[in-house]
């Protein structure tokens, strides 16, 4: 399935709330970037991270969460940016807020949880970053200077 483009094509269609494990508030890191990202596309995203919310942090003006189990409203997919060995607890817990998909960002494949998701009917996607296959599928590659034909480090203008 993590080839699978009409799968992806559905997931990232029908599912529109996303917790995303592992967010940061530095606007420099890929987390944020990919949040801000699809939450600039219509995606509603949540925030877990235990750090940010320790200290009352909001991410992207949305309230941070310690666990996906503290969540008040029903997510449709959790997307992972922690290490391949912290996902499989991940998986557990977005089985039990009743997740329809684990999405395990690039450089992330622990196929243990991906195995445990799909063994829950859960849709699992591995090691791909969920921005740039929403840009890839939706036409949106030129939105970071991808795709213009323009092979230069100067910003055209």
């Known amino acids: 399935m993590n080839n699978d483009i009409s799968a992806l094509q559905r997931i990232l269609r029908d599912y529109r709330t996303i917790a995303v494990v592992g967010l940061s508030a530095e606007w420099s890191r890929p987390s944020f970037f990919a949040a801000k990202y699809m939450q600039g596309h219509g995606y509603r995203i949540i925030p877990v991270n235990p750090r940010y919310a320790a200290a009352g942090t909001p991410i992207l003006g949305e309230t941070c969460y310690a666990t996906l189990a503290e969540i ?19 998986a557990r817990e977005a089985i039990a807020i009743g997740a329809q998909c684990l999405w395990q960002q690039l450089g992330v494949a622990n196929l243990e949880a991906d195995a445990l998701a799909r063994s829950a009917g859960q849709d699992s996607v591995f090691n791909r970053c969920v921005k740039i296959e929403h840009a890839r599928l939706k036409g949106g590659l030129n939105w970071a200077g991808i795709n213009t034909g323009v092979i230069s480090a100067k910003r055209q203008g």
């Open 72 to 90: 008040p409203v029903p997510v449709d997919m959790v997307d992972v940016f922690r290490k391949a060995e912290d996902v499989l607890p991940i």
